[in-house]
């Protein structure tokens, strides 16, 4: 999967560069995310702006990263959420754990950065 990782200020942010999230893919993903956790990142944001299509996979993988960050009294949000994306996450209620932002600036200022 191909995925960047930055920084900015207190919030590690981990950016997909694909169109579509999808269950092959995942392992990555989560590893990549999981491994900011275990360094000690308590704020993260997922770049989800490429992204046109996510599976029912990708909204387990989210909630358990959700569930993983929490344990530690971090938080996981994500920014550049296209509309269909946003759809689909909302039918599930994922937005009742995670934050849902069109732009990473409101994102990002959203943890107070």
């Known amino acids: 999967?191909?995925?960047k990782t930055d920084q900015s200020g207190a919030v590690s942010?981990?950016?997909?560069?694909e169109t579509r999230m999808m269950y092959p893919m995942l392992?990555?993903?989560?590893?990549?995310v999981s491994g900011l956790i275990t360094a000690g990142a308590r704020n993260i944001?997922?770049?989800v702006s490429p992204v046109t299509y996510v599976d029912s996979a990708?909204?387990?993988?989210?909630?358990?990263?959700?569930?993983t960050i929490s344990g530690v009294s971090g938080r996981i949000k994500l920014s550049g959420v296209q509309k269909r994306v946003e759809t689909m996450l909302t039918m599930t209620g994922t937005q009742n754990f995670i934050p849902l932002f069109t732009d990473e600036a409101a994102a990002l200022k959203s943890f107070g950065a």
């Open 45 to 47: 944001l997922i770049d």
């Open 58 to 67: 990708t909204i387990g993988c989210f909630m358990d990263l959700y569930r």
């Open 27 to 32: 392992a990555d993903f989560s590893s990549t």
């Open 13 to 17: 942010i981990v950016r997909v560069g």
């Open 1 to 3: 999967m191909n995925l």
